[in-house]
């Protein structure tokens, strides 16, 4: 077969992509094909510039289309970022796609996961906002070394904070004293949530990250009512007395039609400096069990490692701090793996059609059914 702008199409069209289970050519990926010579050049267009199995498709790439007698393939990446289902009257029409970082736990490092797959998702390329929506416990400024209030160039929308390119807001940027207690009831918290939302300049963003807080109250609910999330990472550790909490979170999210894109096991285990041996302080299985009963993948483990609260109390998180670190990469293949559910459950929805589900099912708002 001659080597051609269209033998390299076809051929690199044929390629399966993993994510999606497509070939690229179903997907549109292959744009901008020049061959001079033997010299060929392909732009692949990809969901989100997250992807997880570049190296492997790259390799594929250049396997077919030196079999059509490229002497040399150079590969150009670009990504078009699929979109959740944005409502006439969503408060963030802007944002392609909404994160729930949550759990039905206290103290299993919602704000830690969020905090550096936010940072994660921003160093693959992608622009990311980060809402701390843990009024009672705001520990963004804290955790990402921020201070400072909010300000509005407009005098209706306030600008984010920003750090290491990502987009902030948080209450305890709000706070005169970070000691200072929020004595609020739920009204007022869902007030706050939606001024977070609607009322900040967050500009187009690929992701905001949202974390949080624990249980399944009034913060939860408001989202569920309020907009179409892209989905929830729930977040646990292993041992049963975490997990009974998070089984309810789950629970809660089904019933109020939030999408589980994934779970993700923190403190998993603990390997220490002197035998390199992998020690599970807090029993083992336990994400996998929380995965099982959501119907989700387990996106990863994240192991329990000192520096992971020493970067956070220093205000810069592994991710950034260290990114080359064994448990920085953890956190680095969980966005990874997250932004590839979120392509393929964005793509499969755009394909299939919406069908208005009128028995009423498990979500007595009578939701829109994919």
């Known amino acids: 077969m001659a080597l051609s702008v269209e033998t390299v199409q076809s051929a690199v069209g044929a390629l399966l992509e993993p994510e999606l289970g497509k070939t690229l050519a179903e997907i549109g990926a292959v744009r901008g094909v020049e061959v001079r010579g033997a010299d060929v050049s392909v732009e692949v267009v990809l969901g989100s510039p997250a992807y997880r199995p570049r190296q492997a498709l790259l390799e594929h790439i250049e396997k077919v289309v030196k079999n059509l ?3 040399t393939v150079a590969v150009r990446w670009g990504y078009e970022m699929t ?10 029409p802007a944002v392609a796609n909404i994160l729930l970082v949550m759990s039905g736990k206290g103290g299993v490092g919602k704000s830690t996961v969020a905090t550096n797959l936010a940072l994660a998702l921003k160093r693959s390329g ?5 809402l701390d929506a843990d009024m009672y416990g705001p520990s963004l400024p804290t955790m990402l070394g921020v201070a400072g209030r909010p300000v509005s160039a407009d005098g209706k929308k ?12 948080s209450l305890g940027f709000m706070l005169e004293d970070p000691r200072q207690a929020v004595i609020w009831r ?3 918290l869902q007030g706050a949530l939606l001024q977070f939302l609607k009322d900040v300049d967050w500009g187009e963003l690929d992701y905001l990250v949202l974390d949080l807080p624990p249980g399944t109250g009034d913060i939860a609910l408001t989202i569920s009512q309020k907009l179409r999330s892209t989905g929830a990472v729930i977040v646990t550790t292993p041992q049963e007395v975490a997990l009974q909490d998070v089984y309810k979170s789950v629970s809660m999210a089904k019933k109020v039609g939030i999408p589980i894109l994934g779970v993700v096991e923190n403190e998993s285990f603990f390997i220490c400096d ?6 599970e302080l807090f029993g083992s299985g336990g994400g996998k069990a929380v995965a099982d009963f959501s119907e989700a993948p387990l996106l990863g483990q994240i192991p329990l490692d000192r520096s992971i609260r020493e970067w956070g109390d220093a ?3 592994v991710v950034q701090a260290s990114p080359e670190s064994p448990v920085a990469k953890a956190f680095v293949d969980v966005a990874e793996r997250l932004a590839g559910r979120i392509t393929a459950a964005n793509t499969e929805r755009e394909g299939a059609g919406l069908v208005i589900d009128r028995t009423g099912g ?3 708002h009578l939701p829109i059914a994919r």
Not at 158 to 169: I, S, Y
């Open 362 to 364: 498990k979500n007595r």
């Open 158 to 169: 306030f600008l984010p904070l920003e750090r290491f390119g990502v987009k902030l807001m």
């Open 69 to 71: 007698g490229a002497t």
């Open 315 to 317: 205000g810069t998180p």
């Open 186 to 188: 739920g009204p007022m």
């Open 83 to 92: 979109s959740r289902e944005i409502l006439q009257d969503d408060p963030c």
């Open 126 to 130: 992608a622009r990311v906002g980060l």
């Open 274 to 279: 002197g035998c390199d041996k992998r020690h």
